[in-house]
């Protein structure tokens, strides 16, 4: 459901994760999950979205991040996930997680059929963000 203020619809843009390397990062999502690179700020180097449809994956390197005017943990493997995700949507569930596993994903749970029908599995990716490959709902 979108939602409407004063006649402007809302809708998400775009999904951001602070990282110590843009590149890397971008490698890695193409690698393990299939992603198309979309924007990259090479001058700099701190920015870059992968080409997911109508809303973009981005990575904002910490130099960056952190001139926004407010702290916020950095994620790392070896700390637990926090508690956000986000999700790919696949017909080949067991495929796309192997697959993301093969390219250095931390593999969380494995693929599972849910009550619901859906097939559903978790991995971290190489900054410790938890990441969700699943079926298609419905």
């Not at 916020?72 to 997680?97: H, N, Q, W």
Request: charged fraction near 20%.
């Amino acid at each position: 459901m979108l939602y409407r203020n004063k006649g402007k619809i809302m809708k998400l843009g775009y999904t951001l994760f602070y990282v110590d390397d843009v590149p890397k990062a971008m490698d890695f999502y193409a690698l393990a999950f299939g992603l198309e690179k979309g924007f990259f700020h090479a001058e700099s180097g701190q920015y870059g979205e992968m080409s997911t449809g109508e809303t973009h994956l981005g990575f904002v390197h910490h130099e960056t991040a952190s001139s926004h005017d407010f702290a916020y943990e950095r994620m790392a493997l070896s700390k637990a996930p926090a508690a956000f995700e986000i999700g790919f949507v696949t017909s080949d569930v067991p495929a796309a997680f192997e697959r993301a596993v093969k390219a250095g994903a931390v593999a969380v749970s494995q693929p599972k059929t849910k009550p619901w029908g859906q097939t559903v599995s978790y991995v971290r990716d190489l900054n410790g963000f938890l990441v969700e490959i699943c079926s298609p709902m419905g």
